[in-house]
């Protein structure tokens, strides 16, 4: 009997790993996204920081 229904626990896990916080380096925004091509929400800079 070791049954593991992960399915529910790997779909939480890849939409929280999938959004990264950055911090916008040119208004000090931070906010989350994901994708590769990221721009400041507020300023609209593409001068981010990762932070972590
Ligand atoms: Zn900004």
Redesign the pocket.
């Known amino acids: 009997m070791c049954f593991v229904d992960s399915s529910a626990a790997d779909s939480v896990d890849l939409s929280a790993a999938a959004m990264t916080r950055y911090e916008?380096?040119?208004?000090?925004?931070r906010f989350k996204g994901m994708g590769s091509k990221l721009?400041?929400?507020?300023?609209?800079?593409t001068?981010?920081k990762k932070l972590d």
């Open positions: 916008c380096s040119a208004c000090g925004n721009s400041c929400p507020d300023c609209q800079s001068d981010l």
